[in-house]
């Protein structure tokens, strides 16, 4: 949802609603079966990510420098049978360093670098707006958003590079639509719905479902699974409809409590996915493989490292539609090394990435992450890119001293 228009109008609604929250709050008379209050969160990230691909042609040399504030307010409501009830709405501020105005003389005039807006009112990418619930069952907690919500209330950390890349993570912050979260001591698992695109004259109508789980089924061994749908359809000016399913059924040995590490865990997975291009193919193709990823932490020092094996997972990659454009990462969302090769090849061969870390444990609500990665396809050294990253959330701060003040009691 972008915001356009007038920078105070914005602004306004946001104030707005806090006010009414607050005045909701005060207008409440005791006794009733339910406790309102004012709440608030905030999340900022900084992240760098300088990339040195010329050593292949899946992704181009660039550097992502930049940062991101998400502000939001608004009204909780807790009733006495434990249910909780929460109604958000903020501004997701997103800015790319460097992406400032030049003089008119310096461009052409199409590029759209003169342009005034990228001193602030661009600044303003999105209007996040959702409801939460949480409840409990016994063991067993479940939390629904419903809305214009932050992507990072998913598990998005768990899904392989295949599924999403770090690039998507940054630029598409929220989703829109819903997610429904069950966890229990030793089991988690979510399912949710992002509309992407509603169908329009040039717009494609896109949604995806996904879906993730994991449980603990052995001291050291937990098995798990992430899955999408994703539909990628046509507008009214342009045809062709392409499905692209992908699953990745895992197991997970966590060898760290065993060994007075940080982290050591070996994830052994395959991932398998369904593609058809209805309008030019007509047929499923099945592109498989696969992918074993090592974590290795002492001293918030680490090494990870994932290998895969398998055939090119984005097939239609560099296919047109019938408007002449290239479904690229409008249909592929995940990291492009998994077309494994870079010469158009369908046979079967390895992508590997090392990672080397350095992640200092600062708290659960802020977290810093530096580190060099290097990518490999077959015998060919694709690449390497440096990344710095720093995470802010209020509300894990907010968490942490419930926890502790609850623990007291």
Partial sequence: ????????????????????????????????????????????????????????????????????????????????????????????????????????????????????????????????????????????????????????????????????????????????????????????????????????????EKFMIFSHGEGKVA????????????????SQLYEGVVDNFLANPYLKFDFAPLLAMQRFSVRLGWLQSLQQDRLNVGSYVFPCGGEMDVDIRKWNVGISNSLFYGNDMMPYYNSKDSSGYKYGNMLYMGDPFYRVHDNGSTAPGFYDRLEAYYEPQIGDFLKIRVSAMFHFNGRNYSGCQQTVSLKFNLQRLLDRKKTIMTNNL
């Fill in 1 to 204: 949802m972008k915001i356009k228009g007038n920078i105070f109008r914005y602004a306004a609604t946001v104030l707005t609603t806090a006010l009414l929250a607050a005045y909701a709050m005060a207008a409440e008379p005791e006794g009733k079966s339910a406790d309102f209050r004012f709440a608030y969160d905030v999340d900022f990230e900084m992240n760098f990510d300088n990339r040195e691909l010329y050593k292949s042609r899946f992704s181009r040399s660039m550097t992502i420098f930049g940062a991101r504030l998400t502000p939001s307010v608004g009204l909780a409501v807790r009733q006495k049978n434990g249910m909780s009830h929460k109604i958000m709405v903020g501004i997701d501020i997103m800015k790319d360093f460097g992406n400032s105005p030049v003089p008119p003389e310096f461009t052409s005039g199409s590029s759209g670098e003169t342009s005034e807006r990228l001193n602030n009112t661009s600044l303003l990418r999105e209007l996040t707006l959702y409801y939460r619930l949480d409840k409990r069952f016994g063991k067993t907690a479940m939390t629904m958003y419903a809305g214009i919500f932050p992507r990072r209330f998913t598990d998005e950390k768990e899904y392989s590079k295949a599924f999403f890349s770090d690039s998507l993570a940054f630029y598409d912050n929220n989703l829109e639509g819903l997610l429904i979260k069950f966890t229990r001591p030793k089991a988690h698992f979510e399912i949710g719905c992002d509309w992407m695109g509603q169908y329009g004259v040039a717009r494609r």
């Fill in 219 to 234: 001291p050291v061994l937990s098995i798990g699974y992430s899955a999408y749908m994703y539909h990628f359809a046509c």
